[in-house]
């Protein structure tokens, strides 16, 4: 493979590019964060918010995944993959300086530019649902003028589980104008958080809606069906909730068919959907 790394410009997306890994962070027993650059340096390609990238480990697979990174991070992009199958358990024995192919961005991004401009935003993460809403945040706290109040809901299986907890305690709470409500499932030692349920949560912080009101959710199916309910029954209209369904993309280009439900491509119509374009799709989803 050459490298073709050239900010976008890569004319065949079905062609991985060469890459470095070039920093390892763990996160929790099962989640680490690769910084990938291209291999002569550069950043591979430019993307948006909410969009996704083909990680390529030749003779073993590739995958796609959140680009966790925000676009404001000019000179890298970031993963944070949790360890569930081959490919991924190869990646976490990576060390940095080992070569990886990649190819992106897939996808269609979270209107970061349009809709949710001076909107007061609700992130609502569950596990490694926050992979995709980093990029989110982060994008939104590097142009924090653009924006209302930000409130950051998210909930793990236990302290140890919670994905970029350094960067939240250190970063996210002690900025103005950023509420950051954390919960885990069950009582642990050390731990004197919020205890329970992300959606319970939810209502126990009762957010006020109003039509200038934001909503984006991300995590296991079940959380999000119960954290949506728990919106809607508070007043919230799901033309104000997003969610991705990333996980169901494949190829990222339409071609496959994995993705397919109904008449929707997640990979080009998505991966980035308006809650209520979700009740157009068959149950399948």
């Excluded at 790394?5 to 065949?12: I, K, R, S």
């Excluded at 073993?60 to 993959?81: C, H, L, N, R």
């Excluded at 397919?260 to 989803?285: A, H, M, Q, T």
Aim: net charge negative; glycine share 10%; proline share 6%.
């Amino acid at each position: 493979m050459s490298c073709t790394c050239n900010h976008g410009e890569n004319a065949d997306k079905l062609v991985p590019v060469r890459a470095v890994v070039t920093e390892i962070r763990t996160e929790t027993p099962d989640v680490k964060t690769f910084r990938v650059v291209g291999i002569d340096g550069s950043n591979c390609f430019d993307h948006m918010p909410g969009q996704c990238a083909m990680l390529t480990v030749p003779g073993v697979g590739e995958a796609m995944f959140s680009i966790t990174s925000s676009p404001t991070e000019t000179e890298y992009k970031d993963f944070s993959i949790k360890r569930c199958g081959l490919l991924t358990d190869y990646l976490h024995t990576m060390e940095p300086g080992q070569e990886i192919g990649i190819r992106g961005p897939f996808g269609k991004p979270f209107p970061v530019d349009t809709v949710f401009k001076g909107k007061d935003l609700i992130f609502i993460a569950g596990g490694i649902g926050l992979a995709p809403l980093h990029s989110v945040i982060n994008y939104c706290r590097a142009n924090r003028d653009n924006y209302g109040k930000i409130d950051i809901l998210y909930g793990s299986r236990s302290a140890d589980d919670l994905v970029d907890f350094d960067e939240i305690k250190n970063e996210w709470e002690k900025e103005d104008g950023i509420n950051v409500y954390l919960t885990i499932d069950r009582e642990q030692e050390g731990w004197d958080g919020h205890v329970g349920f992300v959606p319970s949560y939810l209502k126990e912080i009762g957010f006020k809606p109003d039509a200038n009101r934001i909503a984006v959710l991300c995590g296991p199916p079940i959380m999000i069906k119960f954290v949506l309910q728990g919106l809607i029954e508070m007043g919230f209209d799901k033309t104000q909730v997003y969610t991705t369904l990333e996980l169901k993309m494949k190829c990222g280009i339409g071609k496959c068919g994995r993705c397919n439900i109904g008449s929707k491509y997640v990979c080009k119509d998505g991966p980035v959907f308006r809650c209520d374009e979700i009740d157009e799709l068959p149950d399948e989803y």
